[in-house]
């Protein structure tokens, strides 16, 4: 049974610091992912790592955010540095398996950048 914990979300105020992560079991993990949604809009990609290393980010957390995983726990990580409100919301780890198929999501964590 596959199991993904988040955890690392929380208040924090414009120009702070945060680092999510997200925890699994039960897969085989290949690429990982993060996600985010802030009220009243869509899911948002925010940022991938691929089993290799290789790291891709959407380009409003470009140099401010960053990507790790430590693949013998199989955990996937997100610092977050120079926080705006903007990046505000539920933050969602989303894991492919080892057939590429991203089908496993953690149940979400809280960011909240206050001005």
């Known amino acids: 049974q596959v199991q993904l914990v988040e955890s690392g979300g929380g208040l924090v105020q414009a120009g702070g610091s945060l680092r999510l992560s997200c925890a699994a079991s039960g897969i085989t993990v290949g690429a990982m992912r993060w996600f985010r949604q802030a009220p009243g809009k869509q899911r948002e990609w925010v940022a991938t790592?691929?089993?290799?290393?290789?790291?891709n980010y959407v380009d409003s957390v470009k140099g401010r955010f960053t990507i790790s995983s430590d693949n013998g726990n199989y955990t996937v990580y997100l610092q977050m540095n120079s926080l705006k409100p903007e990046d505000t919301g539920v933050y969602y780890c989303n894991i492919a398996d080892a057939y590429g198929r991203f089908n496993s999501w953690g149940q979400g964590t809280q960011v909240t950048v206050s001005s």
């Open positions: 790592i691929t089993s290799g290393g290789l790291t």
